[in-house]
């Protein structure tokens, strides 16, 4: 017999949510997902950053940094052959990369905005280097392509649109 504050507690309880089995399956298959891995402050290695480097983050100062666009160019190059790869193999050509960045003198570096010294920029782990070129490398980087995500985030491109021109006064000596 069960005693009466075992039978308030389980009222108080939310109530279970049934699954069907299909349901049930298809949540026990689907893997959970991780949260995004980062660098504990005390682990990080603060660096000055440099032309060879690449910038983790958005924003024109990735976007125009030397070490970006040499980054940019190499994953271009490869990713009409790392559409055509196994898992294991995509692994292996991110991991390649970042390897290539390394050799050639850069780092992946993220910004700490918290630091008000000048040392603001800290080393990430490769694991966190090669999620970057991995998801460059799936990314779609056609005129279409970009259209497509700007109109999905809500931001459409930025049209120049000239000026028009002032048309000349007539001076007084032309009258």
């Not at 440099?50 to 190059?77: A, K, P, T």
Request: with cysteine; proline share 5%; net charge positive.
């Amino acid at each position: 017999q069960k005693s009466s504050s075992t039978k308030s507690q389980n009222s108080t309880s939310a109530p279970r949510r049934r699954l069907s089995m299909a349901r049930a399956k298809q949540e026990a298959r689907r893997p959970t997902r991780r949260r995004r891995e980062d660098v504990e402050v005390s682990q990080r290695i603060y660096v000055e950053m440099d032309n060879l480097d690449v910038l983790m983050g958005r924003g024109g100062r990735s976007n125009h940094h030397e070490g970006n666009n040499i980054y940019r160019r190499r994953v271009l190059e490869l990713q009409p052959r790392y559409k055509t790869l196994s898992h294991k193999e995509k692994t292996k050509c991110s991991a390649d990369v970042v390897k290539w960045v390394k050799e050639g003198g850069g780092r992946f570096l993220r910004q700490d905005k918290t630091r008000e010294d000048g040392r603001q920029w800290y080393i990430v782990p490769d694991s966190i280097a090669r999620n970057k070129v991995a998801q460059a490398l799936r990314e779609d980087h056609s005129e279409h392509g970009k259209s497509m995500k700007r109109s999905r985030y809500g931001r459409p491109k930025k049209v120049r649109v000239p000026k028009p021109k002032k048309s000349p006064k007539a001076s007084p000596d032309a009258i």
